[in-house]
T-cell receptor
Framework: NAGVTQTPKFRVLKTGQSMTLLCAQD?????MYWYRQDPGMGLRLIHY???????AKGEVPDGYNVSRLKKQNFLLGLESAAPSQTSVYFC?????????????FGSGTRLTVV | AQSVTQPDIHITVSEGASLELRCNYS??????LFWYVQSPGQGLQLLLK??????LVQGIKGFEAEFKRSQSSFNLRKPSVHWSDAAEYFC????????????FGTGTKLQVIP
C-alpha cells in the first residue's frame, strides 16, 4: 500500500518558470490538501479539495493553482515561480467521515526557486 | 480564529528521561486535536488524536497526550525517551469540527542526547 506519493522529490526552478507537482493517493480518500513548510512557520495550507472536481483556497493560495480531475490525484501548479515559493511542499489526504481524523502525508517535494 | 501554540521551539532531553511537549489552542468549541511527528527529510506521521471521551489518549511509539479543557492544552508525553525519538513534533487542531480542516503549530524540535 503506497499511501500518498509525491513527485518529484526535488526540483530547482528559475524565476518565472512553471511546474506542476503531482500527488497521488491509493486509499480512496475524499479530502486532499497541499501544504508548504517553511522554517519556524510550521505547515500552512495552500489549497484543498473535498472531492473530485472541487477545490478551495487555504491560508496562502496566491501564486498557486490546483486541480482534482480524478479522485486519486491532486495537482499543484506554479505558473510563474518566485523565490518566495522556495519551500518544502507536502500533500496529504484524509477520509471525509467526521471524526475519522488524521492526515496521511506524502514525503514532500523540496523546491528551490533561483 | 483558532490557533495552535507550541511555546518551545527546541527541547533537549537525555535518553531515558521523561518528555513533555506543550501545546495550547484557542478554539471556541470542542476541539479535535492531533500530534504528528516528522523525522528529517520525511513527511508527517500521526502519533495520536483526540475527539472526545477519555482525556488521556494513547498513541503509537509509546506516546500519550492529555486534553485539559480548563487549560486549553493538549500536551504530549513519553515516560522514557529513546534516541530514535529525535524529530520535530507538531500539534494540530481541526477548526472545522471534525471535517478535516487542520491548522498546525510551528513545531518543537526534539534533540536526544546520550
Amino acid at each position: 500500500n503506497a499511501g500518498v506519493t509525491q513527485t518529484p522529490k526535488f526540483r530547482v526552478l528559475k524565476t518565472g518558470q512553471s511546474m506542476t507537482l503531482l500527488c497521488a493517493q491509493d486509499m480512496n480518500h475524499e479530502y486532499m490538501y497541499w501544504y508548504r513548510q517553511d522554517p519556524g512557520m510550521g505547515l500552512r495550507l495552500i489549497h484543498y479539495s473535498v472531492g473530485e472536481g472541487t477545490t478551495a483556497k487555504g491560508e496562502v493560495p496566491d501564486g498557486y493553482n490546483v486541480s482534482r480531475l480524478k479522485k486519486q490525484n491532486f495537482l499543484l501548479g506554479l505558473e510563474s515561480a518566485a523565490p518566495s515559493q522556495t519551500s518544502v511542499y507536502f500533500c496529504a489526504s484524509s477520509y471525509s467521515n467526521r471524526g475519522a481524523g488524521g492526515y496521511t502525508f506524502g514525503s514532500g517535494t523540496r523546491l528551490t526557486v533561483v | 480564529a483558532q490557533s495552535v501554540t507550541q511555546p518551545d521551539i527546541h527541547i533537549t532531553v537525555s535518553e531515558g528521561a521523561s518528555l513533555e511537549l506543550r501545546c495550547n489552542y484557542s478554539y471556541g468549541a470542542t476541539p479535535y486535536l492531533f500530534w504528528y511527528v516528522q523525522s528529517p527529510g520525511q513527511g508527517l506521521q500521526l502519533l495520536l488524536k483526540y475527539f472526545s471521551g477519555d482525556t488521556l489518549v494513547q498513541g503509537i511509539k509509546g506516546f500519550e497526550a492529555e486534553f485539559k479543557r480548563s487549560q486549553s492544552s493538549f500536551n504530549l508525553r513519553k515516560p522514557s525517551v529513546h534516541w530514535s525519538d529525535a524529530a520535530e513534533y507538531f500539534c494540530a487542531v481541526d477548526l472545522s469540527g471534525g471535517y478535516q480542516k487542520v491548522t498546525f503549530g510551528t513545531g518543537t524540535k526534539l534533540q536526544v542526547i546520550p
